[in-house]
């Protein structure tokens, strides 16, 4: 892990960062000396990682599918610290379910929480972002190579590439970055003990320009990266964290 000493201090915002990519991320933001503010839905979670962390761990339980809360969550944040240095929008629920099987219900409910809860942390984020915080929403690989069962997932990650893309144009006076991160098949301990099989991990390391299977640690570098002013005249942009799946 790389080592970025401006970000010792700085307030840091995480959504979903109980488990998974959101849990390597806290854990790399704090070891840089960030405090870290993140939010999920799993408390026991939650908890049991911020009382590991100790001090600079704050963990708030958050629906972000209910606006008041992220509303409370974020304002109490920013009265407890003064401002916020980087947002980190991360939560999401990839779900696999037939086209012809999907509800209006599961199309909303899908919508509010992997797309609607990040225009509105961004929201309720921008009047207390720091001149040169750093946005960093969560798209997904699958946009790319468009799996099936999860057509309204990829509609989601599509929906926070033009969210990015366009509040980097918006907030980029106050030089703001907004850029987004597109993961590859991370392996997570939920994707190994849902999804991934022993065949594709084989197809993987056949697809990918580089055979090792991606870590979620190996993403939270890449967010550092885009928090830290090493990125400073990045915005805008897309990352695909993916050993090249997607390459050519």
């Known amino acids: 892990m790389a080592t970025y000493a401006e970000l010792a201090g ?7 960062g109980a ?5 390597a991320m806290v854990e790399a933001f704090h070891v840089q000396g960030a405090t870290v503010s993140f939010c999920d839905m799993d408390e026991a979670g939650g908890k049991r990682l911020a009382k590991r962390l100790a001090k600079r761990a704050e963990f708030t339980k958050v629906n972000l599918l209910r606006e008041l809360e992220i509303k409370r969550w974020i304002a109490k944040v920013a009265k407890r610290h003064g401002s916020i240095d980087v947002l980190i929008n991360n939560a999401a629920r990839d779900p696999r379910i037939k086209f ?4 209006s219900k599961d199309w909303d409910d899908l919508f509010a929480g992997n797309l ?3 225009f509105l942390t961004c929201r309720e984020a921008s009047p207390h972002l720091a001149k040169g915080a750093s946005v960093i929403n969560f798209s997904s690989i699958t946009r790319f190579n468009g799996p099936e069962e999860m057509s309204t997932y990829v509609a989601t990650k599509a929906g926070a590439i033009g969210l990015s893309r366009s509040l980097a144009r918006e907030l980029g006076s106050r030089r703001i970055r907004v850029n987004t991160i597109s993961p590859g098949w991370i392996m997570t301990d939920r994707q190994l003990d849902e999804h991934v099989t022993p065949a594709i991990k084989r197809e993987l390391r056949k697809i990918q320009c580089i055979p090792d299977l991606n870590q979620p640690d190996e993403v939270a ?3 550092l990266f885009l928090a830290s002013d090493a990125s400073r005249a990045v915005t805008g942009q897309d990352i695909l964290v993916d ?4 390459h050519g």
């Open 19 to 23: 488990n998974g990519i959101g849990q």
């Open 221 to 223: 570098d890449v967010a």
């Open 100 to 103: 012809e099987d999907v509800s």
């Open 10 to 16: 700085r307030t840091v915002l995480i959504t979903g």
């Open 243 to 246: 050993r090249g799946w997607r």
């Open 116 to 118: 609607r809860a990040y």
